[in-house]
């Protein structure tokens, strides 16, 4: 083995799928595109960072609400077009042409162009990491869509995309609690 930068050991590590995060401010809708993700527990729970420098940040903090929107591979350069600019002086939506569809549980719209949406709830806030927890209280997939591969970032403008599913369902069942 060769040495690796520590700054970019983050690489080895990429966490979920790129998603976007909408927002409403009361005023207008807002999208982000998020990479850092991670799901919490077996439960209904995410968790996103993102800070004072995202504009989408003041409206999670004003309305504790969002959703997160899952693309699909076809949509790469809509998400990384999304976050290259600032909400603060685009209409994203208008921009990209993305069709805003008003959820049922939150003020912020879903993405008709995404595989999935889940409407969320912010639940906590941890400064020091910029961690944004949220609760989702509805969920929603396009099963007619053909494309279904999701993008995962490395971090360093490079993107996975995911591949082949391999069932292990029947073998894990049995070793955790309530199965799958």
């Known amino acids: 083995m060769r040495p690796l930068k520590l700054s970019k050991a983050f690489t080895l590590m990429e966490p979920g799928p790129v998603v976007l995060v909408t927002t409403h401010d009361g005023k207008k809708d807002n999208v982000m595109t998020i990479s850092w993700t991670m799901v919490v527990d077996f439960t209904p729970a995410f968790a996103i960072t993102t800070g004072e420098w995202n504009y989408s940040f003041a409206a999670l903090r004003k309305t504790r609400e969002c959703v997160i929107a899952i693309p699909t591979v ?41 595989l999935a949406n889940i409407e969320c709830k912010v639940v906590d806030f941890v400064g020091r990491h910029n961690i944004v927890v949220l609760e989702g209280v509805a969920a929603y997939r396009d099963s007619s869509r053909k494309e279904t591969r999701t993008v995962h970032a490395v971090g360093d403008g490079t993107f996975i995309v995911d591949g082949r599913t391999l069932d292990r369902r029947k073998m894990m069942a049995s070793k955790i609690p309530g199965g799958l």
Do not use: H, Q
Not at 76 to 93: E, N, Q, Y
């Open 74 to 114: 076809d949509m790469l350069d809509t998400v990384v077009g999304i976050g290259t600019c600032s909400g603060a002086d685009t209409d994203k939506f208008a921009k990209f042409g993305l069709t805003a569809e008003r959820g049922k549980r939150v003020g912020a719209p879903l993405i008709k162009e995404c």
